[in-house]
């Protein structure tokens, strides 16, 4: 039915305010609004963000845009760029830094995270505008079911409305949890807030071991921050476990600290004026295994400890049903909830991989099979390629080695592995061998691993890899993983000369062999 907001009463044919409210403007929202909009239909999207508790708040675009992979991304590059000025000053390159003849280049962090915000900000304007050129009116209202085809829109002065819709997208996506130990939310910042933080993080504990800690660890390590990790028990839950192991001892020998094993107790203020820590933030932290606790002191503390899905806007209401343990949102194939009008994409959905295409394409898929007439075009959420950008990248797709045993059984399978240093940065080593007498790109820190089933011809289910640019070699290997390549399909492809990604087309030694799959020379 019509609401009373007369301004849209009646007006989309369909009985309803619009065809399609779309509840949240990140990736996915923002992909089906534009889709739906440009099947012909009377769209509105709805975006709110509330702020963090530290107190930090952003416009539109969710996520991805403003407090995760844009400027995560930016953020890792600045950092590598930092780590080649090695490979630069052994190829020639003299002058770093603001001061000329400095002998390490020297690390900003204010005009990063100015350069970085800038650049969000005009996305921020990009999408608005987008949106206003493909008709789907945008409200910078919070949304609460008030039925299963009523939203109630509160804005920032807190002023109501409702409205109705014949079809709702829900696309509200998840934010950082908290520990729920005290002063966790008082003194503690998020991924939410570092990457706008405006003074320098100083001395940093990092919480978790997820792809979010190690990352951001990744590059405030690289920036020069004293930076650590406490980790409860492994490092990247999920992936193949060998790289995993072989990522988090990379990071530490290139000055992360590691805290394995500890979660914290309680977070405080040093408000001592005469004590040496003062201003501080003393963690406390209590150590799994032998239940002893320890007090150390950092300037900043990133939880990095999982997401939450926003799904607290009385859903009950609208009969759509959610994961209990999970509190995600509950679908069919269809990405239809319990409720048969309303829709659920991206990180909000229970079991679905929480990455910015995965909520894209979900997204411009359910619009082409609600309004495009193709009803059976459906996400395919198998074989989804990923990458971790920590400094030493590691990108894969399908299986890990833990998960390919579980699911064949070792005996079907024939592991192919391989290390190797790349080209780039060979030259680096010799010249901080020489003048330094420490090693900074180290040998065989790449790795590859390429998990094949014997009885299928070896067809690869899992192909790893840790090195440069792990997101763009992935990406191409990952459409012949997806249409079933063999080890024999890899071996008949011919090398691009000389990269790194060449590799998988010379992988000769298998695990079972025992033979040594490091590598040296070219
Ligand atoms: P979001 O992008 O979170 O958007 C949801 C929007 O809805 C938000 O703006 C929210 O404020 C708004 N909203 C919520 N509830 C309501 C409501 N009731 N009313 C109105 N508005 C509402 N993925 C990758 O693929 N690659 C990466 O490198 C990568 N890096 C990441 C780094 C970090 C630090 C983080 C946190 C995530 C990263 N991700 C990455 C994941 C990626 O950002 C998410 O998977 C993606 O943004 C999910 O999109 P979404 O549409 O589901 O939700
Ligand atoms: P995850 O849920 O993947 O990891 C949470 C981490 O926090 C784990 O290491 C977990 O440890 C730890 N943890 C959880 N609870 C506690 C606790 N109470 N005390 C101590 N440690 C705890 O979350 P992330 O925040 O890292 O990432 C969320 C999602 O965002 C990812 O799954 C990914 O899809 C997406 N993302 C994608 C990126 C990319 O594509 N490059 C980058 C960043 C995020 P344990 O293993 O012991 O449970």
Redesign the pocket.
């Known amino acids: 039915m019509p609401s009373n907001n007369s301004e849209n009463a009646g007006s989309s044919g369909s009985g309803y305010d619009f065809d399609v409210i779309v509840v949240g403007g990140g990736s996915g929202g923002l992909a089906c609004a534009k889709r739906c909009a440009k099947h012909g239909k009377k769209v509105t999207l709805l975006d709110y963000v509330k702020p963090s508790p530290y107190g930090t708040k952003w416009g539109l675009g969710g996520t991805c845009v403003n407090v995760?992979?844009i400027p995560?991304k930016l953020m890792h590059y600045g950092a590598i760029l930092g780590e080649s000025a090695g490979d630069a000053r052994s190829l020639g390159w003299t002058k770093f830094g603001k001061e000329e003849g400095k002998d390490h280049p020297t690390h900003d962090w204010e005009t990063l995270v100015m350069s970085v915000q800038n650049y969000v900000r005009s996305i921020n304007f990009g999408y608005r505008t987008e949106l206003r050129e493909q008709s789907v009116e945008y409200k910078n209202e919070f949304g609460v079911f008030v039925d299963d085809h009523t939203i109630e829109c509160t804005n920032k002065r807190g002023e109501k409305s409702t409205i109705t819709g014949e079809h709702i997208v829900f696309a509200p996506g998840?934010r950082?949890?908290y520990?729920?130990v005290p002063g966790d939310e008082e003194l503690c910042i998020t991924?939410d807030d570092i990457f706008s933080l405006q003074k320098s993080p100083g001395k940093t504990l990092v919480?978790?071991?997820?792809?979010?800690?190690?990352?951001c660890a990744g590059f405030l390590t690289a920036f020069g921050y004293d930076t650590y990790v406490?980790?409860?028990?492994?490092?990247?839950?999920?992936f193949d476990q060998e790289v995993a192991e072989h990522i988090g001892s990379y990071m530490e020998r290139h000055g992360t600290k590691m805290i394995r094993r500890c979660?914290?107790v309680k977070f405080e203020k040093v408000e001592d004026e005469s004590d040496p820590n003062h201003g501080m933030i003393a963690c406390t932290y209590k150590n799994l295994d032998f239940e002893f606790e320890t007090t150390e002191y950092f300037d900043t503390v990133l939880l990095?400890?999982?997401?939450t899905a926003c799904t607290d806007v009385n859903l009950e209401a609208a009969g759509v049903e959610l994961n209990p343990k999970t509190g995600k949102v509950l679908v069919d194939e269809y990405d239809k909830t319990s409720a048969g009008n309303i829709y659920a994409i991206g990180?909000a959905v229970d079991t679905r991989?929480?990455?910015?295409p995965v909520a894209i394409k979900s997204g411009e898929r359910l619009a082409d099979r609600l309004f495009g007439g193709r009803p059976d075009y459906k996400m395919d959420y198998l074989e989804v390629p990923?990458?971790?950008?920590t400094p030493l990248e590691y990108g894969c797709v399908g299986m890990s080695e833990e998960l390919a045993k579980e699911t064949y059984g070792e005996d079907k399978l024939e592991v192919y592995h391989s290390f190797l240093r790349p080209l780039e940065w060979k030259t680096n080593q010799e010249f901080y061998d020489l003048k330094k007498g420490i090693e900074h790109r180290e040998d065989n820190t790449c790795f590859f691993k390429l998990i094949t089933l014997k009885e299928e011809n070896e067809r690869v289910v899992g192909l790893h890899y840790v090195g440069p640019n792990a997101g763009e070699v992935v990406q191409g290997f990952a459409v012949a993983v997806k249409l079933g390549a063999t080890k024999a399909d890899f071996d008949d492809t011919v090398g691009i000369h000389p990269t790194v990604a060449e590799e998988f087309t010379m992988l000769k030694v298998t695990k079972s062999s025992g033979k040594d799959p490091t590598k040296r020379g070219c």
């Open positions: 995760g992979c995560k998840g950082p949890r520990l729920g991924s919480v978790g071991a997820s792809y979010i800690a190690l990352e406490m980790a409860r028990s492994i490092f990247l839950r999920g979660v914290p990095a400890v999982g997401r990180d991989q929480e990455l910015t990923t990458t971790v950008f």
